[in-house]
Nanobody, 118 residues
Framework: QVQLVESGGGLVQAGGSLRLACVAS????????IGWYRQAPGKQRELVAV???????TLAGSVKGRFTISRDNVKNMVLLQMDSLKPEDTAVYYC????????????WGQGCQVTVFS
């Protein structure tokens, strides 16, 4: 199948920036859309940003204008540039790959913690 490994999380002051990276391995030809979700304590996991194979981007309204997603299909990597971070961006961020039609279930990374303090 596909394995996803995230990196780049950490602790940052409000207004600062972080960049998350997710590298895919395995049957990477099967990756359709790939992107990022996040889950804050006591909240449901939510979509942050997703980019399709063709480069079409979906961004959550709460991050528009602050976060940028990009994809390198040669390196099998997706990046999430997070600027103007806010305390409410604090969450565990998960990389997600949609593998349809090859696999019905998506693949998730292990998650990385992003903490924004004021």
């Amino acid at each position: 199948q596909v394995q996803l490994v995230e990196s780049g999380g950490g602790l940052v002051q409000a207004g600062g920036s972080l960049r998350l990276a997710c590298v895919a391995s395995g049957f990477t030809f099967s990756i359709n859309a790939i992107g990022w979700y996040r889950q804050a304590p006591g909240k449901q996991r939510e979509l942050v940003a997703v980019i399709s194979r063709e480069g079409n981007i979906t961004l959550a309204g709460s991050v528009k204008g602050r976060f940028t997603i990009s994809r390198d299909n040669v390196k099998n990597m997706v990046l999430l540039q997070m600027d103007s971070l806010k305390p409410e961006d604090t969450a565990v961020y998960y990389c997600n790959a949609d593998l349809r039609p090859y696999y019905s279930e998506p693949t998730w990374g292990q998650g990385c913690q992003v903490t924004v303090f004021s």
